[in-house]
């Protein structure tokens, strides 16, 4: 069987498009880095893929609010595609910066605000999947996930984390710290369906072992954030 593609989408500013396709590629896909301006002058482009990333980063330096722009170029111009791939059953995925966009295209509930302490994170967290989600990038995974976060809008906000849970769109949660204030400690939620998922952490930047900061002292070798993109992977191989 040969690898599914991927379309991992970049803007400018992102900076997290190469660890994507990285982690995407040892994951079992066929990743292609594609700008978000190409992709929205050849939409066909998403006819052959079937699996689509959201990188990372700070689009457009995040004038007028994180994500807002690349999200406003992607829901204007192809927003119908989009939302098709979408309700193919496609797995999508948005990381930081592409968790914020997934938000504003309104593929995902709720929105991302400042962080509650009005300073920039940069550190490492501990995220907990959650069983009763429907999410099929964190189906089976018991152990915790590690990986660093790089923002300074993550703050997940929503009317009724209850509701959330209920429906099982609550994917992720920080076992550690809550870093941000996000409501309910929630770390990254899926769509109704399981197949989008949008988290602020980046398990890209953990999917091989020297790159956890006690990896020398064997620490954190069983979480890596690379399960996730197998989940990914091997659902967009069955389409």
């Known amino acids: 069987m040969s690898p599914p593609p991927a379309l991992v989408i970049a803007g400018p500013g992102t900076n997290r498009d190469r660890d994507l396709a990285l982690a995407l590629e040892l994951a079992g896909a066929d990743p292609t880095i594609v700008m978000s301006t190409e992709l929205v002058d050849h939409p066909e482009l998403l006819d052959d893929a079937k699996l689509l990333a959201v990188a990372g980063g700070f689009s457009y330096g995040d004038a007028l609010g994180a994500g807002r722009l690349l ?52 550190r490492w967290v501990v ?46 949660t920080y076992r550690s710290t809550n870093p941000n204030g996000s409501v309910a400690d929630i770390a990254g939620v899926c769509n109704a369906a399981g197949n989008v998922l949008g988290l602020m952490p980046h398990p890209e930047n953990f999917v091989v072992g020297r790159q ?28």
């Open 71 to 122: 999200a406003l170029d992607l829901n204007v111009r192809i927003g119908d595609a989009l939302r098709e791939f979408v309700a193919s059953g496609r797995p999508v995925i948005g990381i930081c910066n592409g968790f914020q966009v997934l938000t504003r295209t309104k593929l995902l509930p709720g929105a991302l605000g400042h962080n509650a302490h009005g300073r920039f994170e940069c």
């Open 127 to 172: 995220l907990e999947p959650q069983p009763r989600s429907r999410c099929l990038w964190t189906k089976g995974i018991e152990q915790p996930i590690h990986c660093p976060i790089a923002h300074g809008e993550g703050r997940y906000v929503h009317p009724d984390p209850d509701a959330l849970a209920e429906a099982g769109q609550i994917a992720l």
């Open 212 to 239: 956890h900061p006690h990896a020398r002292q064997g620490s954190g070798l069983d979480h890596l954030g690379l399960r996730l993109f197998q989940n990914g992977v091997a659902a967009a191989a069955e389409m």
